[in-house]
């Protein structure tokens, strides 16, 4: 036992200086709109390209492409310097007269560092960033974004005429997009894929689309179980349940089970607090901000997106290592700046229909754990005007209600209880609009629950041979997993411990003929932890 707490005080000092040295559930639905939403035919085009918003790292005159002379490369194939704001300018021209001015796209490269401080790192390592802009003016119906891709047709033509500077980029943008060689003119000079003369739609096959945002969550999630943060505290907790599961087993010093105590408690809630986990904000980022099909803008509103391609499909091994640290660096070879934004969509019109849930968040998930607690939070989607939520079989005294009416997209609600609900309970949310099926979304409770603490016993004896029924009182009790711990325990029985409230527990104590007289030492113990203050009981003959 000395060698096993020996190792453990090494484990914590270790797991500290972890912790010390390094960086660090709004839940998501998705619901076909065909249903609720008519498309109106306008005479309008499909296919939306932005006005060139430059990057997040900015350009200039000398990082033009050049050819094979060192000659400025226009995105038509000349030569020679456009004037400043030419083909942003024309671009958007173009957009306003297929659109009949109604949609407008601007879009702009995220730095890589930016992009890991929002979204976590892992997505950062992995993809490219393009935020981009919707905005839609028609002042009569919504647009109904069916995708967000990256059109990389003009550097695709760029680096085809730079004679090869770029081979082995080239060489795998056409791999991931599935094309051949381009056609040449007479003096084999690759001819453009399309030119800012024309505009003309590119094709699907010159458009990379953006991850899907369950693939990325998906990767954000493997990211959170990875953050060194998080395996730390994950670690530290596993060692003090497992340590806290030895304290009635196994017979150790009178210090072991305060110091689980305090290991379950103060310690790992110190170590949450000094090194914060950001995941949890970055995937409910994600959530928000990632491009998901069937997006809406509504009237005379613009939407922000961010649409993700892998860097696999520009970038070789060393440049994504390169890209992350410095973005600049990888720009002679491919230039990211020549990547444009692509929507596609349709003007839409809202008709009578189901409501749609998209995410359901809660504002304080710890304050499930209290009794007669009251938390508030809300549900977003779309249809949701006029709608009412429930609770669908909730736990014993728990109740919901709306606060305030409904709008279009979100839902505003409160959720009260008599006695605490248990971490990792699921809270089937079921919304009803006026007419139709009710929408179902879950909601999984998580929080940290903190160790119980004991004040008080109301029966402090028990006469070997007999039994006695104890009231505890203290704090953090809850309604299941509490244990009674009793130090020596020879000799007696504890049965299964009645939760009463947060505050008070009831449990029988037998004590057998043969049980020796004197103190012991009982404390109480729940998924939280181990209780530091202990109190008396005494057993007589």
């Not at 639905?29 to 005479?43: E, H, L, R, T, Y």
């Not at 009635?248 to 110091?259: D, E, F, K, M």
Request: a neutral charge; glycine letters at 8%; hydrophobic letters at 40%.
């Amino acid at each position: 036992m000395l060698f096993f707490l020996r190792n453990m005080a090494i484990f914590v000092r270790a797991s500290i200086a972890i912790v010390l040295f390094t960086s660090s559930a709004k839940v998501g639905f998705g619901q076909d709109v065909s249903s609720q939403q008519k498309i109106i035919n306008a005479p309008i085009r499909n296919v939306a390209q932005q006005q060139n918003a430059g990057s997040t790292q900015g350009s200039s005159a000398a990082d033009q492409p050049t050819d094979a002379n060192e000659r400025a490369v226009g995105t038509d194939g000349s030569t020679g310097n456009p004037p400043p704001g030419t083909l942003g300018d024309y671009t958007n021209d173009r957009v306003d007269k297929d659109n009949n001015s109604y949609i407008k796209i601007w879009r702009s490269i995220m730095a890589p560092k930016n992009v890991a401080d929002t979204f976590g790192h892992r997505i950062a390592s992995k993809y490219i960033a393009m935020q981009v802009t919707v905005a839609n003016r028609s002042k009569d119906f919504q647009w109904l974004i069916q995708d967000a891709s990256v059109d990389v047709s003009r550097l695709l033509t760029i680096e085809r005429q730079r004679q090869g500077k770029c081979k082995e980029n080239l060489t795998l943008l056409m791999n991931a997009l599935e094309i051949e060689e381009a056609p040449r003119d007479k003096n084999g000079r690759a001819l453009p894929i399309h030119t800012p003369g024309d505009y003309r739609d590119p094709g699907d096959h010159n458009r990379v689309t953006s991850a899907d945002l369950t693939i990325l969550r998906g990767v954000a999630e493997k990211g959170q179980s990875l953050d060194p943060r998080n395996i730390t505290v994950h670690t530290l907790t596993a060692a003090g349940i497992v340590a806290a599961g030895l304290v009635g087993v196994t017979r150790v010093g009178h210090s072991y089970a305060p110091g689980v105590a305090a290991f379950n408690g103060p310690l790992i809630s110190a170590v949450e607090q000094v090194v914060p986990d950001y995941t949890v904000n970055q995937l409910n980022r994600l959530n928000d901000s990632a491009f998901l099909a069937n997006t809406v803008v509504g009237k005379q509103q613009a939407k922000v997106i961010v649409v993700f391609i892998p860097q696999s499909d520009l970038l070789t091994k060393e440049q994504e290592k390169l890209y992350y640290k410095n973005p600049e660096a990888v720009y002679a070879c491919p230039d990211l700046r020549m990547l444009e934004a692509s929507v596609d969509g349709n003007f839409i019109t809202t008709v009578a229909g189901s409501p749609m849930i998209t995410a359901v968040a809660i504002d304080s998930p710890a304050s499930f754990q209290g009794d007669n607690f009251t938390v508030t939070g809300s549900i977003t989607g779309n249809f949701l005007a006029g709608t009412d939520v429930k609770l669908i079989s909730p736990p014993d005294g728990v109740t919901i209600k709306r606060n305030g009416d409904s709008t279009d997209n979100q839902i505003k609600f409160s959720i009260s209880g008599t006695l605490p609900v248990m971490p990792g309970t699921s809270l089937d949310f079921a919304v009803q609009g006026k007419t139709g099926d009710p929408v179902h979304a879950n909601y999984k409770v998580e929080y940290a629950a903190p160790a119980p603490t004991l004040t008080s016993l109301d029966n402090t004896t028990v006469k070997a041979g007999e039994s006695v029924t104890v009231t505890a009182k203290g704090t953090h009790f809850q309604p299941q997993g509490m244990k009674v711990l009793i130090d020596p325990s020879a000799g007696l029985t504890v049965g299964p411990v009645q939760f009463q409230s947060s505050q008070e527990v009831k449990f029988d104590v037998a004590a057998s003929a043969t049980a020796a007289a004197g103190n012991r030492t009982l404390k109480v113990a729940s998924t939280g932890g181990v209780s530091e203050s202990s109190q008396t009981l005494a057993v007589t003959k």
